[in-house]
């Protein structure tokens, strides 16, 4: 039962918005960094952002800086992709995964590392 679910995803036009989140379940959120990845079809998988555990330090990607921002929520065991002036470039199935980045945390029950299914991220007109 230890996993990460997506969710967010959809259509939406150039300039747009959406916000994805990244729910756990089965273990805490509180000692993990996320990561967020994207893969378009015809590329290879591309990390997005990371966010670190406990201070939330905060990794991008230069295709994204400026227009996402990565956030945790440890009392709902959430963490939150925000896109905006989304554009076509953008079109990806994104995934949310545990990853070691920024400050280092050593869970209780050891380190799992969980990709969640992925979430469809359209941008067309």
């Known amino acids: 039962q230890v996993q990460l679910v997506e969710s967010g995803g959809g259509l939406v036009q150039p300039g747009g918005s959406l916000r994805l989140s990244c729910a756990a379940s089965g273990f805490n959120l509180e000692y993990y960094g996320i990561g967020w990845f994207r893969q378009a079809p015809g590329k290879e998988r591309e990390e997005v952002s990371c966010?670190?555990?406990?201070?939330?330090?905060?990794e991008y990607a230069d295709s994204v800086k400026g227009r996402f921002t990565v956030s945790r929520d440890n009392a709902r065991n959430v963490v939150y992709l925000q896109m905006n002036s989304l554009k076509p470039d953008d079109t990806a199935v994104y995934y949310c995964?545990?990853?070691?980045?920024?400050?280092?945390?050593?869970?209780?029950?050891?380190?799992?590392?969980?990709w969640g299914q992925g979430t469809l991220v359209t941008v067309s007109s």
């Open positions: 995964a545990t990853k070691q980045c920024g400050l280092i945390i050593v869970p209780p029950g050891g380190y799992v590392e969980v």
């Open positions: 966010i670190s555990p406990s201070d939330g330090n905060t």
